[in-house]
C-alpha cells in the first residue's frame, strides 16, 4: 500500500479559510474525518520509515480544534495538520516536526524548540568551550543542501555570565536551535514526498548524535545517565 498526503486536505483547508466557523465545519465534518484518517496513516507511515534509521518512541497529530481562550484569533479551527515525532528518552534528544498547509505553507521542523534551563545552560556552556564541532556540522554540505542554517529565537546580546567577545557568540545567545525546510503544495501531494521528508530527517542525524551527547554528558564528558 502507498502513503501519501491526499490532495483533498489541501483543497479542504482552503475552503475552511474562508468558512471557519462551527456550523460550516461540523456539515463538513465526515469530509474531514476521511482525510483526516489518510493524512494520519501518512504520519505513522512515515514513523516507520523513520525507526529504520532512528528510534521513534511516540508520534502524535495535533487537533484540528484551536484553543481560543488566551489568543486574539477566535477561529475556532487551525488550517493545517501538524504532527510530531519523538525520540526514545531519555538518551536520545532532539525531535521532528511534519506541518501540512496549504498556499505552500508547508513545512518540516527538527530541533530543540523550548530546551528547558538547564539543559540551554549545558548547550551555551559547550559552545564556550568548544564550538568546533557544531560548526563542522553546519558546514557539511549534504547538511547545509538539507537544512541550512539555524532559525529561531535568539538573544540580542550575550546572556547572562557570557563574554559578548566570545567567538562562540552567535551560538551561545541563541534560545532555540532550530532547522527547518519549506515545501510548495505540488511536492507535498506528489509520489515520494514521506520518503523525501525521511531522507531530510535522516540527514539530521550527525547533530542530533551531537547534541544528544552534549545533553547527556556533564562537562567533563562523564554520563548523566
Not at 480544534?65 to 528518552?89: C, E, I, L, M, W
Not at 536520545?92 to 530546551?115: D, V
Not at 534551563?117 to 548547550?123: F, H, S, V
Amino acid at each position: 500500500m502507498s502513503y501519501s498526503i491526499p490532495k483533498e486536505a489541501l483543497s479542504f483547508f482552503k475552503k475552511l479559510e474562508k468558512n471557519n466557523d462551527r456550523d460550516w465545519f461540523n456539515e463538513h465534518k465526515p469530509e474531514f474525518k476521511a482525510i483526516e484518517a489518510k493524512v494520519k496513516a501518512a504520519y505513522n507511515h512515515l514513523g516507520e520509515l523513520m525507526n529504520a534509521h532512528d528510534q521513534i518512541e511516540k508520534i502524535k497529530m495535533f487537533r484540528i480544534y484551536r484553543d481560543v481562550r488566551f489568543s486574539k484569533n477566535k477561529q475556532p479551527y487551525k488550517t493545517h495538520f501538524g504532527g510530531s515525532f519523538a525520540r526514545k528518552k531519555p538518551e536520545l534528544r532532539g525531535g521532528y516536526y511534519l506541518h501540512i498547509q496549504p498556499n505552500n505553507e508547508s513545512f518540516i521542523a527538527t530541533g530543540f524548540w523550548q530546551p528547558s534551563k538547564e539543559d540551554l545552560l549545558r548547550i551555551r556552556k559547550e559552545f564556550e568551550m568548544d564550538d568546533s564541532e557544531m560548526r563542522a556540522i553546519l558546514k557539511d554540505k549534504t547538511f547545509k543542501v538539507t537544512w541550512g542554517d539555524f532559525v529561531g529565537d535568539e538573544l540580542k546580546t550575550a546572556p547572562k555570565g557570557f563574554d559578548k567577545e566570545h567567538a562562540a557568540i552567535d551560538l551561545i545567545r541563541r534560545k532555540q536551535f532550530i532547522f527547518t525546510k519549506k515545501y510548495t503544495d505540488r511536492e507535498v501531494v506528489a509520489d515520494g514526498f514521506l520518503e523525501e521528508v525521511n531522507k531530510s530527517f535522516k540527514d539530521i542525524r550527525p547533530y542530533f548524535n551531537y547534541m544528544s551527547d552534549v545533553l547527556t554528558t556533564n562537562l567533563n564528558g562523564e554520563s548523566l545517565l
